[in-house]
């Protein structure tokens, strides 16, 4: 298959891609300079330079791709306009990724909360990430334009990537900013839990996802859970850091910025990943990005 890939120079994107290359699929990544481009052809993906602002040009490549998979930018709704518009009444798969920050809620890490959503459940979403799910829901709405669209939707995802880019958000944030201040800080108490993934389960769900799912479908993404204050006790083992910090919110926002103090790294995120597992006969092998820190978290 022809598979067209926007992110594949990322963390997700290129990961995604690098499976889908060994499957035998021909994978086109979109990218946005010439460096980068040379970068994805030592990984074997046919490189697309252009912006995702190029609505004509992601028309264009979903139109002739056998599938298209969406990881650039879950905020940007444009550019699903245009994959949609590219696949409009093909039947092909259109698999856009999301995150589970649409279920954040405003614990400034103080608290653990008792709410879990699944696939099964309905879903408080805070209204500064209402956009981001108006999107997942206009993907999975394309399914009445016979796109055959499915969203994943990702908790906190650890493990070494693939492509391009072998590193996630999360973690390595953390790490390095302790590395730089010489603290392991985190937001409130470090109560607030997320749900998590490993990336190498990751892209099997999305590998059973383009071959399995059925239109109009959404899946969390986790096998685990983790409070942040265990997140940063493993970072403080596995980088001897000794003191863990623990910054009030406000102060949080002003070094880190409100979208991720506040929901990256202050809040609730709790999921389970039901329709997966039953769907589509997905079984995640990673259970704990504690133990994945302390044993295989390379140096930085």
């Known amino acids: 298959m022809k598979i067209f890939v926007t992110g594949a120079g990322g963390y997700i994107g290129g990961s995604v891609a690098a499976a889908l290359i060994k499957r035998g699929h021909?994978?086109?990544?979109l990218t946005r300079s010439t460096d980068s481009a040379e970068q994805l052809k030592s990984y074997g993906i046919d490189p697309v330079i252009g912006e995702l602002d190029d609505s004509r040009?992601?028309?264009?490549?979903?139109?002739?791709?056998?599938?298209?998979?969406n990881t650039a930018n879950a905020d940007h709704r444009g550019a699903v306009e245009a994959l949609i518009s590219g696949l409009n009444q093909s039947g092909k798969r259109l698999i856009h990724t999301s995150g589970t920050s649409i279920v954040g809620d405003d614990a400034r890490g103080d608290f653990c909360s008792e709410v879990i959503f699944s696939e099964e459940t309905s879903l408080a979403i805070d209204p500064r990430k209402q956009a981001r799910r108006?999107?997942?829901?206009?993907?999975?709405d394309a399914a009445k334009q016979n796109v055959h669209s499915a969203v994943i939707i990702p908790s906190l995802i650890y493990g070494h990537g693939t492509g391009v880019n072998k590193k996630s958000i999360q973690v390595p944030?953390?790490?390095?900013?302790?590395?730089?201040?010489?603290t392991v800080?985190?937001?409130g108490k470090g109560l607030n839990t997320w749900s998590n993934i490993h990336i190498d389960d990751l892209v099997n769900l999305y590998l059973a996802v383009s071959e399995q799912a059925p239109a109009g479908a959404f899946y969390f993404a986790e096998n685990g859970e983790a409070a942040f204050s265990d997140v940063a006790e493993a970072i403080s083992r596995r980088f001897s850091i000794p003191h863990i910090e623990h910054l009030k919110a406000e102060d949080a926002v002003k070094r880190?910025?409100?979208?991720?103090?506040?929901f990256t790294?202050?809040?609730?995120?709790?999921?389970?990943?039901?329709?997966?597992?039953?769907?589509?006969?997905?079984r995640?092998?990673?259970?704990s990005v504690q133990n994945w820190i302390l044993t295989s978290y390379e140096s930085a």
Request: charged share 25%; aromatic share 6%.
């Open 57 to 69: 040009l992601l028309k264009q490549e979903a139109s002739i791709a056998d599938m298209v998979i």
């Open 173 to 182: 944030f953390l790490v390095k900013n302790a590395l730089e201040v010489g």
């Open 256 to 262: 880190w910025g409100a979208a991720r103090a506040l």
């Open 134 to 140: 108006d999107i997942d829901l206009r993907v999975m």
């Open 284 to 287: 995640p092998v990673h259970v």
């Open 265 to 282: 790294f202050g809040s609730n995120s709790r999921v389970r990943s039901v329709r997966a597992k039953k769907e589509l006969d997905w």
């Open 26 to 29: 021909q994978v086109r990544g």
């Open 185 to 187: 800080q985190i937001v």
